[in-house]
């Protein structure tokens, strides 16, 4: 059975599939990074778990206050700005 999807549906389809590969990679890269830090596997897990553990509490957030706050595109521009500003001060944290 042949999805009959347009141009822009196979677009989001490969687009998907682009970033799951790049957030693959992306942590296998930061887990042999950790381990060049000198980080054990157990804190490297934790590291990892927490990672996810905030994605999906962030995700929870983001939909529980759209629905609350509707959608301004400044609140979501300033979420989104906070978002990728918590990542690098994270790593810059626990670089020796």
Same mark, same amino acid.
């Given at each position: 059975? !042949? +999805?009959?999807? $347009? !141009?822009? @549906?196979? +677009? +989001?389809?490969a687009t998907s599939e682009v970033r799951s590969f790049a %957030?693959?990679?992306? $942590?296998?890269?930061? @887990? +042999? %990074?950790?381990?060049?830090? =000198?980080? $054990?596997?157990?804190?490297? =897990?934790w590291i990892f778990t927490a990672a996810l553990a905030g994605g999906s509490m962030d995700f929870r957030g983001v939909s529980q206050a759209k629905t609350t706050r509707g959608s301004s595109p400044r609140y979501w521009r300033a979420l989104g700005d906070n978002l990728l500003f918590r990542c690098p001060v994270i790593v810059i944290t626990i670089e020796p």
């Open positions: 059975m !042949r +999805l009959s999807l $347009s !141009r822009d @549906g196979w +677009l +989001l389809f %957030y693959g990679f992306l $942590s296998v890269v930061l @887990g +042999l %990074y950790l381990d060049t830090l =000198g980080l $054990s596997a157990t804190a490297i =897990g």
